[in-house]
């Protein structure tokens, strides 16, 4: 029933900017709807929901609460980012409500996709965000949004077809139509390899539109090129959580189907590898801020594929990874978005010499990208080291070194674009807009969150992370 | 009975590969919506009541009417007729021949005593040729078309391996997809009037 009510109150407030006429009521409505979040987290940790089935298809498990605490927080962050990008947009009120009704409407859909504990309604839900993502992409209506909004819908939609397959030939093995996680993993080991194989594969591929993994990465990219930024920062950590949610719990399905899983795992560590070398490569390659973090999305998320693929204290490390992440990529597009505000443009090639016009914000990305390279005292660091460790216990050399080489590809590519911004001069003449520095300090507040994590990690998380891995 | 309308389903496709007019297309799609009905039907004493008038909504009313209008509907906004001239109608038969005998071959070694071997390779002949039709036609109608065709095969691959989805989940299935399909077809006359074109390569203007 609290779910009922949760998901009812989220969408009639999601929907209410579009019956309201000034924008100052649409704030109010987004502050609510961040409120009923907030309320709604704190209800289940209040009342000890954890682990409650709810509709009987939702259930409130410790994965799903820790990744709903972080799409609140970055939701706040953004509500309150797009408010300043939106205004010097200078884009009409039924253009603005419409982006905050599609922003809530995306909330909604990914928290569901967290909370759902039916292998079918987490498709359904991730379809979902596919509807509402589309509309953010093509706000701003020119030309270029038009293209990412197609490409992104149409190979979404054919991933979650072939990814709904492999859901098909998964529940094969389920009884009476049982697809609730549970239920599933009972009689997993009951079921033809070949077919489990198979639904995996697709399962994976299908999802990885959502993950910004190795096959159908290339949407999400264009799709946070597309978007605003702060509607990247969302699109970038909430969404894609929601898309590394919805392959763990697959994974954690097949840890009780015996052999299968080793194939699993294997597949995983390729897909990571090809996502890592993607990303290394498209780094040195693109000539635009947003995309350029958008690849770098690409490649930590095949890191957390590592991770999962490894297994033992990489899954640790994986799910550690996934919510510094978080927290680091949305300060990095926040940051970004402004640079967009000065500059108008993201052209890595034309713009430079910010650490003189906006010196807050340069800091911010500097320091934001040491912590995205996992230098120390980045949390990513704690997660890539012991992902390292765990490679090394296993023995396989040959996949460190692998990724080591791609990493200092990363590196370099990635250093060397940031010092750009900080210190180059801008190529041509160009007519910088005000500086609004409390939007580069709130931005790094993220960030700072980011490197305490990587200093100290609170026994509350280190627990929460232990529940989550807890597999077998 | 079934196995008729298998067989004709399997023309249908076949028809798809080498058809040039987008009208067609709707057809044929109409037609398997059609002919996705009459299996149903034919498999009434499989269904729960309820489940079946579900079926023949998903079929008949949104596969065999709904969905061919909207295309229709699309053909005549954006005046899209033909596929591109320069593609190959023998290039895409071969292609489809050459997908329905690894479709056999696929189904020999992959179906167990639990799935229908003949909706089994025939779904998955079908999911081929819906990506056939995306990797080989340059419009992007015909590319929607090809998602159609997948989401067809994926119907019947449900039906192969006879699995019994709650009505709530199978509900809620049919109306992402809708709602995908009409999305798409919205977009799709957007792109045509701010692009001018339908052709992949006019959607080339993001890169690195």
Redesign the interface.
């Known amino acids: 029933m609290e779910m009922l009510i949760y998901i009812i109150l989220s969408v009639l407030l999601a929907i209410a900017p579009l019956a309201v006429r000034s924008e100052r009521a649409t704030h109010l409505i987004a502050g609510a709807f961040f409120l009923v979040q907030v309320a709604a987290i704190a209800l289940v940790i209040a009342f000890d929901r954890i682990d409650c089935v709810m509709l009987s ?1 939702f259930r409130a498990d410790t994965l799903a609460v820790l990744f709903h605490i972080l799409m609140t927080l970055v939701l706040g962050f953004t509500l309150i980012h797009s408010s300043s990008y939106l205004k010097a947009e200078d884009i009409s009120t039924r253009s603005y409500k419409a982006y905050y009704t599609l922003l809530m409407l995306l909330a909604v859909a990914i928290s569901c996709v967290y909370y759902s504990d ?1 292998v ?2 987490t ?2 839900f991730l ?2 965000t ?2 509402c993502s ?1 509309g953010i992409i ?1 706000h701003r209506e020119f ?2 949004s ?6 992104y ?2 190979v979404c ?2 991933g979650i ?1 072939m990814a ?2 492999g859901i ?2 998964l ?2 093995v ?1 009884h ?2 049982a ?1 609730d996680y549970a239920a599933l993993k009972e009689v997993i080991a009951e079921g ?1 390899p ?2 489990l194989k ?1 639904a995996f594969l697709l399962i994976v591929v299908g999802y990885s539109c959502k993950m910004e993994i190795f096959p159908l990465y290339t949407v999400g990219v ?1 799709a946070n ?2 978007a605003i930024a702060p509607a990247s920062a969302f699109i970038s950590t909430a969404l894609v959580n929601a898309g590394f949610l919805s392959i763990y719990r697959i994974y954690d399905l097949y840890a009780a189907s015996g052999e299968v899983f080793e194939w699993a795992r294997h597949l995983l560590i390729l897909i990571g590898i090809l996502s890592l070398a993607v990303g290394a490569m ?1 780094l040195r ?4 801020y947003k ?1 350029f973090l958008s690849y770098s999305t690409v490649e930590n998320m095949g890191i957390v594929a590592i991770g999962l693929g490894i297994g033992g204290i990489a899954l640790w490390a994986a799910v550690f990874h996934v919510v510094c992440h978080t927290l680091v990529k949305s300060s990095m597009f926040y940051q970004v978005g402004i640079v967009r505000h000065i500059y108008d443009s993201y052209s890595i090639n034309r713009i430079g010499n910010y650490m003189n016009i906006n010196k807050v914000g340069a800091i911010g990305i500097i320091v934001g990208t040491l912590v995205l390279l996992a230098f120390p005292p980045s949390p990513l660091f704690v997660s890539e080291v012991m992902i390292f460790s765990e490679i090394v216990t296993v023995g396989s050399w040959w996949l460190l070194a692998l990724m080591l080489v791609l990493m200092c590809v990363v590196i370099y590519s990635i250093w060397s674009r940031t010092l750009r911004l900080g210190y180059h001069s801008n190529q041509d003449e160009l007519h910088l807009s005000a500086v609004n520095r409390r939007l580069s300090y709130s931005a790094a507040i993220l960030l700072i969150v980011a490197i305490v994590l990587g200093i100290w990690q609170p026994q509350v998380l280190k627990e929460a992370i232990d529940i989550i891995v807890n597999i077998g | 009975m079934i196995l008729s309308l298998i067989i004709l389903y399997t023309l249908t496709l076949i028809y798809l590969s080498i058809a040039d007019r987008f009208r067609n297309h709707a057809s044929i799609l109409a037609i398997q919506g059609l002919l996705l009905f009459g299996i149903a039907i034919a498999r009434m004493h499989e269904f729960h009541p309820v489940e079946m008038s579900f079926i023949i909504v998903e079929t008949f009313v949104f596969k065999a009417i709904v969905i061919p209008a909207i295309l229709l509907h699309v053909i005549h906004k954006t005046k899209i007729n033909r596929i591109h001239s320069s593609s190959s109608q023998f290039g895409a038969l071969t292609m489809s021949i050459v997908a329905l005998v690894a479709s056999c071959t696929i189904t020999y070694y992959m179906a167990d005593s639990r799935t229908d071997m003949i909706f089994f390779g025939v779904a998955l002949y079908a999911l081929l040729s819906g990506l056939i039709l995306i990797v080989m036609r340059k419009r992007i109608f015909a590319h929607l078309v090809g998602f159609l065709v997948i989401e067809n095969g994926v119907f019947l691959f449900s039906m192969a391996i006879g699995v019994e989805l709650p009505m709530l989940i199978n509900l809620a299935i049919m109306l992402d997809i809708l709602i995908s399909i009409l999305i798409l077809g919205m977009f799709l006359r957007r792109l045509d009037n701010d692009i001018h074109t339908d052709e992949t390569d006019a959607l080339t203007s993001i890169k690195d």
């Open positions: 298809i039916n079918a309604m498709w359904v379809e979902a596919t509807i589309a093509y030309r270029q038009l293209e990412a909004t197609w490409k819908i149409f939609s054919t077809a709904y397959l098909l030939l529940s094969t389920a009476h139509g697809l033809n070949l077919y198979v264009d090129y597309a498209f390659r693109t000539n635009n995309r």
